[in-house]
């Protein structure tokens, strides 16, 4: 493919049809404030589901699904047998989510495909546009259920039969969801994938307060989580002198205040976070028997992870003040690297169409992730309004979708015409 | 009065009939784990007056209230028209109350009156028995209600219209009670008094810790009470680095660990207290953006309690960490010191008695406190089981009760014979 040609997708790119075709799925679970509740499996999920299946009909594109419920929309290529290269993300939102985390992936990979075909342009591999099932598992957990059953990492049996808060299974919802969005082809888990390529809103502060439009991304951090629980004795806050106290929540302060230090980084790469915390019986006039609060570690280097929350037993315990404590780690997600070769060609493509770019860690799991271990793999990252996401307020600028969609374009043509 | 006749008085104290009116006071209310819930101006509270009232009456002492329902029971002396002497505290408990807080200082007065009948002692003064109404607060705010009234530090219309969480007034719970546990005399309110002392359990760890059997009370330390209100941004814990966040619990955290350094002392007298904790959003990925706290500072001296919480405000500002915060006081209670005269009668006593004594302060507040401004007070503190109080677990020993009552019976005597 020419340098010409590669500038022409590009150009192809329709910012306006990009933006209104959001604002067209904003309307199916429409929040008051502005926001977007369309969790997974919902009948909100089959009709943005149905939807997209009519653009991509009006194209000629074909959908098909697994049997966890991810939906693969076809565009041809050359070579019919051959693995696809894939793009996509989800549709699906928090309970109180936004207009474009998740959807902003589906129609960018969408809004390429679409380029493609007006400028007749013919790949050699196929290209499926993804979604997947249930990224965000507001309503059935846990998150990236759809990538993770798809890639082995959730055995399909039990997450089918996980069920929400009023009962309903995966198994049935899926059902009716796949009855408001019918296809006719049936895809096997795990099939193989030439390459695959996630367009997203960062979902963070860093390129809006850097001054980029494109984020080529490197690596999802790792993550660890734990709770810690801290056992005191009541007693009266009157009378109890300090040194015959055994406080939780005093215990808790300096534990807190030792990991705050032990994670302490000059390049702030780190993050650690304590988010929930519950005091007993949280009376004023009452030394806390009981303190309790969580750990979210993360960072882009397993070793550090590795290190780091290995450490935190040992401060704790050093900083226990007299008190009874234990540590449970409830998760642990090893970093997810992408392919420099991806992250290479999303940098050089910014930078040959003249898009202000870096690379980027991404804070947030994706369903890239599980992608990472099967086919050579990336993602691209759009500003998003002050970091914001998971939120009514979450919102994105039409330039920067543009952009990012021009660079998912070239990218995936370029995937999709290399050698094997 | 010689020392023979003194020595005979503590020798007259009975300490089965003390312990067995323990016993059976703590029938009514008693709860399945072996406290007491008698809480102010219920039933059970009337019962408990009306069982008193019947004990006093063999004895032909008559009860008398002020019109807030604190029942003085009258033991006469031969100045009939003279101020009392008056002694003891309250029998209304926590919801889950022991069998010993406030009701060991009104059954130790009557032991001491017993006493006094049983060897035909006339004192100059007449010795009221006090039952301060609803000393607990915790059916209707606030503690030390009926001692508050009475030395007008409360004002009596307002507390009368005072309502439980079912709507009930002070007002129409009192008649109640009063109905249950009738008496002909009516009193004033602030009539008054020669000279006041408290019996108590000491719900604090110290004498039991070094041995004593007796507490000389001093003082009752200060009180004030602080809530910090903490305001940041929540943020993705997995996206925004920690030089962007304004997280309200990580402030929290700061401005508890450089209070608690403020706060610590050599002599371990200061006592601080983070007892109620709240966290929103509360969840294990979001960076709090809302932290609140309680203070509780402590200290028997007016000028260290003024400058160590004058400087709380100040120590939150230095660690807010780019947070908005609040520090509203919401309770401020000067130390309350007591007779110094009534202090070493007290050790005097006990030192006479062969009974090991130390003076002590008061890290609770009792009815005491409204008379330290009215007449020469004091207190006597007896051991209790691990300084366990306000639980249903709260236990003292027999030899101890009855030590308390010996030194308490004493120094009424000597209250009540003393030159005007």
New interface residues.
């Given amino acids: 493919m020419g340098n010409g040609e590669k500038t022409s997708l590009a150009s192809a790119i329709d910012g306006n049809r990009l933006w209104r075709r959001h604002m067209e799925l904003a309307r199916i679970g429409a929040t008051a404030r502005g926001g977007v509740n369309r969790q997974a499996l919902s009948p909100e999920d089959g009709k943005a589901r149905a939807m997209l299946l009519g653009w991509a009909a009006a194209r000629g594109f074909v959908g098909s699904v697994d049997p966890i419920g991810n939906l693969f929309i076809r565009r041809p290529g050359r070579d019919a047998a051959a693995a696809p290269v894939v793009t996509g993300s989800h549709l699906d939102t928090q309970p109180t989510g936004g207009k474009f985390d998740g959807i902003y992936g589906v129609l960018a990979g969408l809004e390429a495909l679409e380029a493609m075909s007006d400028l007749g342009l013919r790949t050699r591999l196929p290209i499926d546009l993804v979604v997947w099932t249930n990224e965000e598992g507001s309503r059935f957990p846990p998150t990236t259920m759809g990538s993770a059953v798809f890639a082995g990492a959730l055995p399909l049996d039990r997450t089918l039969a996980t069920r929400d808060a009023a009962g309903v299974s995966v198994d049935d919802a899926l059902a009716a969801t796949l009855a408001a969005a019918p296809v006719e082809g049936r895809r096997p888990l795990g099939f193989p994938i030439a390459a695959y390529i996630e367009a997203h809103i960062?979902?963070?502060?860093?390129l809006e307060?850097t001054g980029k439009m494109i984020g080529a991304v490197t690596v999802i951090?790792g993550?660890r989580?734990f709770s810690i629980e801290i056992l005191g004795q009541a007693?009266?806050?009157?009378?109890?002198?300090?040194?015959?106290r055994r406080?939780a929540?005093?215990a808790a302060?300096?534990m807190?205040?030792a990991l705050?230090r032990l994670t302490?980084d000059e390049t702030?790469t780190?993050?650690?976070?304590?988010?929930?915390?519950e005091?007993a019986p949280?009376?004023?006039?009452?030394?806390?028997s009981r303190?309790f609060f969580?750990v979210?570690l993360?960072h882009p280097d397993a070793a550090t992870l590795a290190r780091l929350g290995d450490q935190i037993e040992a401060v704790c315990r050093a900083n226990a003040r007299g008190c009874e404590f234990t540590v449970a780690e409830t998760i642990r997600s090893e970093p997810a690297a992408f392919s420099p070769a991806i992250v290479s060609a999303v940098t050089a493509t910014a930078r040959r169409l003249g898009l202000s770019h870096m690379e980027i860690v991404?804070?947030?799991?994706h369903d890239a992730k599980f992608m990472t271990g099967r086919c050579p793999s990336g993602m691209i990252f759009i500003p998003c309004r002050e970091?914001v996401?998971?939120s009514e307020e979450e919102d994105a600028r039409p330039e920067h979708m543009t952009a990012g969609a021009r660079v998912l374009a070239e990218v995936l043509a370029e995937l999709s015409n290399s050698a094997e």
């Fill in positions: 960062e979902q963070g502060p860093i307060a951090q993550l989580w007693a009266h806050a009157g009378t109890t002198p300090r040194r015959r406080d929540f005093s302060v300096a807190v205040a705050e302490a702030d780190v993050r650690f976070t304590v988010g929930r915390v005091v949280n009376s004023p006039n009452t030394v806390p303190a969580t979210d993360r991404s804070g947030a799991t970091g996401s998971h």
